[in-house]
């Protein structure tokens, strides 16, 4: 009886130190969140290990200009995957951040999600993305430019690609 009264406690101290340790991520706040503050939700997927995540971490997500355009203008919300206890809640459901990723079709990472403040999902980019070309993504979602024409269009419009018969060139090869 003893040996049974010490497992149950056993076992209510585990399940309490894992519960504890979960995060509930909540996407269907920030998105309610967002039509006051106009900030939308923009969701990073990354997943422990991931040499590309560490990456866009250190050499994208570090840089002053993204960092600050980020704080000014979204809901940062960061998901690693690979945190099997986590819950994130999104579209009134809940499940594991594994699982979302899968749902919402971005299980590769690192994935950036930008959401609009109905929560639906507007724009996803899959892989490293350097610093420069981040920025302008950021301002293409953030404009809602992503509305009307492509990146490619947009990056055209503000300068950033020219082109050189028929050819477009990349400014910053010039540099």
């Known amino acids: ?4 009264s010490l497992l149950s406690i056993l076992y209510i ?30 969701v990073y997927l990354h997943k422990t290990g991931c040499p590309y995540c560490e990456r ?25 995957v690979s945190h099997k ?20 079709g971005y299980n590769f990472y690192p994935s950036v999600l930008f959401f609009s403040n109905s ?23 953030k404009t809602g430019a992503f509305k009307t024409m492509s990146i490619d269009e947009y990056k055209k419009k503000i300068g950033f690609v020219e082109e050189n018969n028929g050819e477009q060139i990349d400014k910053r090869q010039k540099l």
């Open 13 to 42: 101290f585990i399940l309490s130190v894992t519960q504890l340790s979960a995060e509930i991520i909540d996407i269907d706040k920030a998105v309610l969140a967002s039509k006051k503050s106009g900030k939308n939700p923009l």
């Open 85 to 104: 206890e986590d819950i994130v809640i999104y579209d009134h459901e809940q499940t594991t951040a594994k699982a979302f990723a899968e749902n919402i």
């Open 1 to 4: 009886m003893l040996k049974k």
């Open 56 to 80: 866009l971490e250190e050499f994208t997500l570090d840089d002053d200009d993204v960092d600050q355009y980020i704080k000014d203008n979204f809901t940062f919300i960061i998901i690693n």
């Open 119 to 141: 929560g639906e999902l507007d724009h996803g980019s899959i892989g490293y993305i350097e610093e420069k070309d981040f920025l302008i993504i950021l301002k293409y979602m």
